[in-house]
């Protein structure tokens, strides 16, 4: 699957853009400020209806303008597919596909697979368990529905658990009885959300490690761990046990929610140890592998966006990236740079169709080559 | 709070009072003041009037708990209907949901809302002990839980069957699955899955 077209209007600082992609690797050169990465987040936005750089959709706009529009034609199982996404200031966003409207923008995501590293996502290393649980979630109910399903339920189940410790507090009063059938709805779900992660975990690490040894030519042992007391002890008796100490604390202190995922390097945790650029290997690695996990699942060649992520790699590990991504495993991908001298060498060794973009300002040039 | 300058007290506390009322705001609010100030007087009283017997006069039946005018409702009094089957409804309007059916000829009980401490409602505000009573009694011999399907009815659906596991009673649910006229192509994952884990045998089928 790849994009042909991309055609901007008003979005970011793109008065007007029509650009026509390479099947294969397409670059963006340009200064800092220039736009490399709206271009980017254009393209995100045609798979997932919304940036990932900026939450709030107005902003996306052109300053002192009323609307912006993406327009997408795509390549996807031997089809074109038109998408279409439109904003108008303090309006509804408005996303079709082939003219046809979307009443729902869930259903859309998923249709048009993307992979994207972005200097952002070191929050998955250096943030909170809840940074880690998103991505592992994300990625299941992306093509689970009945994880994403339990997921709501349990978070709702909890939402009302924690409610009621509460009012427990407050009006000095407890009942274990009402307590219970949240905690039994708690275990239900609990439990087949645990299952799910354990054996996407298991799935998912080979992959994380193969890429990982290729990038560092092996000289690293990296592990991912998934924490959860849900391992060896019974959910409905944990749940019990902590009953105590929930109603001091006057929330539910032990379940699915409180897992983490332990990324380590060695026998330490990378986040303590690691340096910037073992970092940014191992969230390559990781992102490499949700590639895989996704290609797999949907049947198709996500698009693979790599936002500045030569950033802080030694060249050894730059090169090794270089081949992996050269190799036709992947489909087509947009690369991001300040100067050409990576992007040459990867040229260099790419034998398949390749197009490069300057990025001036609001402006986009295909150079001929 | 209050912006508009008003010429007549009795007009700001007509207008206030229809305020509270859900989904009204002030303008829709001093719209139906104004429109009432237009009718006829004995029009309005008519208005008045039976909103205020409606509030004093309105009784729950003290068999069902549903909304009535008498001690009990004409369908607890009604002698055709099927005292061994109860079932259980959040509230009147799902009484009425499930009367337009004309499928069920049993009895209700109203629990009056279901269990949600988000919204300060916990087991006791429930008519749930009276229900209890009601299977302990003897004569019922099947209760049907027919709460929503959010996670609050399934909680619910879950306490009641906790509490009456142990008498004497069958406890039966609504069916869940593909709804009647549904192209399979458009329904959801969820409702989908879980029709197919939990089908049917077709002769089952042939007789309804």
């Known amino acids: ?369 | 709070m209050i912006t508009e300058k008003f010429p007549s007290r009795l007009l700001e506390n007509a207008v206030n009072e229809f305020a509270k009322l859900p989904g009204i705001g002030r303008k829709t609010s001093l719209r139906l003041v104004l429109h009432l100030l237009k009718q006829e007087k004995s029009e309005v009283e008519l208005f008045g009037n039976s909103l205020i017997q409606l509030r004093t006069e309105i009784k729950h039946c003290k068999v069902c708990y549903n909304i009535s005018d008498s001690e009990t409702c004409n369908i607890c009094s009604n002698p055709n209907r099927n005292s061994e089957e109860v079932c259980i409804v959040e509230n009147i309007k799902d009484v009425m949901a499930i009367e337009n059916t004309q499928q069920f000829s049993g009895l209700y009980h109203v629990l009056g809302g279901i269990i949600s401490p988000m919204d300060g409602v916990g087991p006791s505000d429930l008519e749930i002990n009276s229900l209890i009573e009601r299977v302990k009694s003897g004569e019922v011999k099947e209760v049907v839980l027919a709460l929503s399907t959010t996670m609050e009815g399934d909680t619910t659906n879950f306490y009641i069957y906790k509490k009456l596991k142990d008498l004497n009673v069958k406890i039966s649910t609504l069916a869940r699955g593909v709804s009647i006229g549904d192209e399979l192509e458009y329904a959801d994952e969820i409702t989908l899955g879980r029709s197919i884990k939990n089908r049917l045998d077709f002769e089952s089928t042939l007789s309804q």
Not at chain 1, 245 to 258: A, E, F, N, P, W
Not at chain 1, 312 to 321: A, G
């Open chain 1, 1 to 369: 699957m790849y994009i042909k077209n991309l055609s901007l209007v008003n979005f970011k600082n793109f008065e007007e853009a029509d650009l026509k992609f390479s099947a294969n690797l397409n670059c963006f050169i340009g200064n800092n400020g220039a736009g490399k990465t709206n271009l980017m987040d254009a393209i995100f936005y045609l798979s997932f209806c919304k940036s990932f750089i900026s939450s709030i959709d107005g902003l996306n706009i052109m300053h002192d303008q009323d609307f912006f529009v993406i327009h997408g034609r795509y390549h996807r199982l031997e089809n074109e597919e038109n998408i279409y996404c439109g904003l108008k200031r303090g309006q509804k966003k408005h996303f079709k596909r082939n003219k046809k409207e979307y009443k729902k923008l869930s259903e859309h995501i998923g249709l048009l697979p993307l992979i994207i590293v972005t200097p952002s996502d070191m929050n998955l290393i250096l943030g909170g368990s809840d940074e880690r649980r998103r991505f592992l979630d994300s990625i299941i109910s992306q093509y689970d529905q009945v994880y994403l399903d339990n997921l709501i339920r349990y978070n709702r189940a909890l939402l009302q658990r924690n409610k009621l410790l509460k009012q427990f507090a407050a009006d000095r009063f407890y009942s274990e009885e009402s307590l219970e059938v949240w905690s039994d709805q708690m275990v239900h779900y609990g439990k087949l959300i645990h299952e799910k992660r354990v054996e996407y975990l298991q799935k998912l690490q080979p992959i994380f490690q193969h890429y990982y040894e290729l990038i560092s030519s092996g000289k690293e042992r990296i592990e991912m761990v998934h924490e959860s007391k849900l391992y060896d002890h019974d959910f409905a008796e944990l749940l019990k046990e902590s009953i105590p100490k929930d109603r001091l604390l006057q929330y539910t202190s032990v379940g699915i929610h409180k897992d983490d995922i332990l990324f380590n390097l060695g026998d330490y945790p990378i986040k303590k140890i690691g340096s910037q650029g073992q970092k940014k290997t191992y969230l390559v690695a990781l992102k490499l592998a949700q590639f895989d996990f996704i290609k797999d699942l949907s049947g198709m060649t996500p698009i693979l966006l790599l936002d500045d992520i030569f950033d802080k790699l030694d060249k050894y590990r730059v090169e090794q990236i270089v081949k992996l991504v050269a190799d036709d495993h992947f489909g087509q991908i947009f690369i991001t740079d300040t100067n050409r001298e990576h992007l040459d060498q990867m040229i260099e060794e790419i034998e398949a169709d390749f197009k490069i973009f300057q990025v001036n300002d609001g402006t986009v040039n295909e150079v001929t080559k």
